[in-house]
């Protein structure tokens, strides 16, 4: 008796440590590997304590893409930037219309490292070259599939999350 008690406890506990051991992947940096789609941009209304969508960035089109070895690539273009009609970028009102895509248009290169749920983004090349060293800090939350990134700084007196989805 005594001994399939303790053979019923040696294999439950190895079934536990399997499980735990398969749960979590060896290099945390592994968990955002692939390609993920900006889905929406979200804000946080500090009234009803809920995440709404983000209506001036609507139809916003993003990429990011993580190697799993803590080097990524994000593109986000404003919803309309495809759609631009370079034949009039020489007068003054296409120059301006230009102008504005491209101070839109954000693309940067950067290391990633992973603590608890903050992701830090070391930008190491950038369409703003301000913005090239500068570490971003973000919290994330991973469902299934999805992806939240929050940034921890508010962008225009707003708190503003966006939500990714896994392609590959």
């Known amino acids: 008796m005594k001994t399939k008690t303790i053979l019923y406890a040696l294999l439950f506990l190895a079934i536990?440590?399997?499980?735990?051991?398969?749960?979590k992947p060896a290099n945390s940096n592994q968990i955002f590997k692939g390609?993920?789609?900006?889905?929406k941009y979200e804000s946080f209304d500090t009234?009803?304590?809920?995440?709404?969508?983000e209506t001036s960035r609507i139809g916003y089109v993003g990429y990011i893409l993580f190697d799993g070895e803590g080097?990524?690539?994000?593109?986000?273009?404003?919803a309309d930037y495809h759609e631009f009609d370079l034949s009039k970028k020489n007068d003054s009102i296409g120059k301006k219309v230009?102008?504005?895509?491209?101070?839109?248009n954000l693309i940067y290169f950067a290391e990633y490292k992973v603590e608890g749920n903050v992701i830090d983004n070391k930008i190491l090349s950038s369409t703003n070259p301000e913005s090239v060293g500068a570490i971003l800090s973000r919290e994330f939350e991973i469902k299934g599939k999805t992806l939240?990134?929050?940034?921890?700084?508010?962008i225009k007196g707003s708190q503003i999350r966006m939500k990714w989805v896994k392609v590959q």
Not at 47 to 53: A, C, F, I, R, V
Request: charged share 15%.
């Open 16 to 23: 536990s440590f399997t499980a735990k051991s398969q749960k």
């Open 35 to 39: 390609l993920w789609m900006l889905d």
């Open 98 to 104: 230009l102008a504005s895509y491209h101070g839109n």
């Open 71 to 78: 080097h990524m690539a994000v593109q986000i273009t404003p």
């Open 148 to 154: 939240l990134i929050t940034p921890k700084n508010k």
């Open 47 to 53: 009234l009803s304590k809920k995440w709404s969508t």
